[in-house]
């Protein structure tokens, strides 16, 4: 049967792209809709400030003639100066279980971005680290959370048929409030550290939200930036997430700990708004506020820690169990809150994993970035 791989130039290819999932996904109860207004924005050079220093090039693959799987080869030059490397980003990828047509997209962005100059193909990035990442790989009979994505298990043996290997796997850990039960010596820990009374701390508040979201990003750069795959926001893409978080955020699940003023720690909790994605199948209407409606419920049990950052100097002072502590003893006070999902935090970050399951975590699921050399072909 023909088989063509394509480079997306009319508008028509394009919302083509934007669709594809549906036509892979839309009978699977789990799959999680985005908002194609969302989404159109996030992949278009002009609309979304990620592109000012990055490049793309998207490509559909169809069987046929019919549109069977789409991916997004991607330069992320501001990361590259940052890490030093010549990482070409793949990302967006969707594909019917079609391994033939999956081989012949990735061979399509793999010989784009080697045209770019790169050294070598990670992903799935969506496009960076800073925003929806990573291939499921263990936990598919869950729901994915708000801004963490589903995939079929078909497609991490399509990926590594295609010799992608594993370069990191990122975790989510479930906290449920039935399970909570610190251990003893935890409880004189956090006890202890809130007599020394070193920090003061504070929920955010519509006041002063869209400054605090400002200096809770500012945490992340600073807490983050030796990580592994951490890529700089830009002024422009940080005033986006500022719109984008302040749209949904619950300002009780938002704090921030301070020491002589200056913000030291901060932890952001978003209500997960993934059944309510799913009731509206990726439209804003006026239908959404009746969805919302039908949701609410769904939506205020649960929460997914999105960022948690502590400047280095503070890192040894006990301010890792002051936030976990004082996140859920927020949670405790809302009598709809069922659980907490921290996603997502990197395999090898030991003190913090260590950490949530100390506060009752259980790892529930797997996300994986891969990698291959570019010059290996």
Known sequence: MTLSVDAVRSAEDFSLFVDLPWSIHRNHPLWTPPLKSQEKDLLT????????????????????????????????????????????????????????????????????????????????????????????????????????????????????????????????????????????????????????????????????????????????????????????????????HVRELKSVLDPEFFVLFFHDGRPAAGMVALPDMAPLLRRINGRLGLSAVWHWWRARTEIRSGYRIILFGIREEYRLLGLPLLLLDFMLEQARRKKEFQWVEGSWVLEDNVAVNDLIEDFSGRLTKRYRIYRREIGAW
């Not at 800073?130 to 995939?151: A, E, S």
């Not at 409880?187 to 929920?203: D, I, P, W």
């Open 45 to 240: 050079p002009g609309a979304h400030p990620f592109w000012e220093s990055a490049s793309r090039e998207l490509f559909l693959v169809r069987r046929q003639g019919r549109p069977v799987g789409r991916v997004a080869a991607i330069v992320d030059r501001k990361y590259n100066d940052y890490a030093g490397e010549k990482c070409g980003a793949f990302g967006f990828f969707e594909c019917a279980h079609d391994p033939a047509a999956a081989h012949a997209l990735l061979d399509a962005a793999r010989d784009w971005l080697a045209g770019q100059g790169m050294a070598f193909m990670r992903g799935p990035l969506n496009p960076s680290a800073n925003y929806t990442c990573g291939l499921l790989v263990d936990g598919f009979d869950l729901p994915p959370v708000i801004m963490m994505p589903w995939n079929p298990p078909y497609y991490a043996e399509m990926l590594e048929s295609w010799h992608l290997r594993k370069e990191r796997d990122l975790f989510a850990y479930l906290i449920e409030r039935h399970r909570l039960a610190l251990p003893e010596w935890l409880t004189q820990e956090v006890a202890r550290l809130r007599a020394e009374g070193r920090f003061s701390c504070r929920t955010s508040s519509r006041a002063t939200l869209v400054g605090d979201i400002r200096d809770m990003l500012d945490l992340y750069r600073d807490s983050w930036a030796q990580n592994w795959g951490f890529s700089p926001l830009s002024e422009a893409e940080a005033e986006c």
